[in-house]
């Protein structure tokens, strides 16, 4: 069986994407109806490799930048409580052992987060 692969994505082809994004749930009959073409045919764009790099494209454009903001603000907010915390616990009980762990703490998240050269 031969199966014909898309070359490129045209503006048919992103307007289903859109659908898609609006509605990841949408099935390729429902596609085929609004876009007036049979659903075997709307089955092969939907496989083809052009049309699933584009909407991987899309969907990373969209969706991961949202996600990796949440997480970082998230992480973010950990890390600040985290360090109140070992703030207070240094004022509190003044040990020799638990600054050098808490600066090894320190150090290890700061090592994460700084951009390498």
Do not use: C
Not at 22 to 36: I, R
Not at 82 to 104: F, G, T
Request: net charge negative; no cysteine; proline share 3%.
């Amino acid at each position: 069986m031969s199966q014909v692969q898309l070359k490129r994505v045209s503006y048919s082809h992103e307007a289903m994407i859109d659908l898609i994004l609006q509605d990841p749930t949408v099935t390729s009959s429902e596609l085929a109806e609004v876009f007036d073409y049979s659903q075997a045919w709307v089955s092969r764009i939907l496989a083809s490799d052009s049309f699933q790099a584009r909407l991987a494209q899309r969907k990373s454009a969209l969706i991961d930048p949202i996600i990796a903001r949440s997480l970082n603000e998230r992480l973010r907010g950990v890390g600040i409580r985290a360090m109140n915390i070992i703030e207070q616990k240094l004022d509190a009980e003044p040990s020799a052992q638990y600054a050098m762990d808490a600066l090894e703490f320190a150090t290890a998240g700061l090592q994460a987060v700084t951009p390498r050269a």
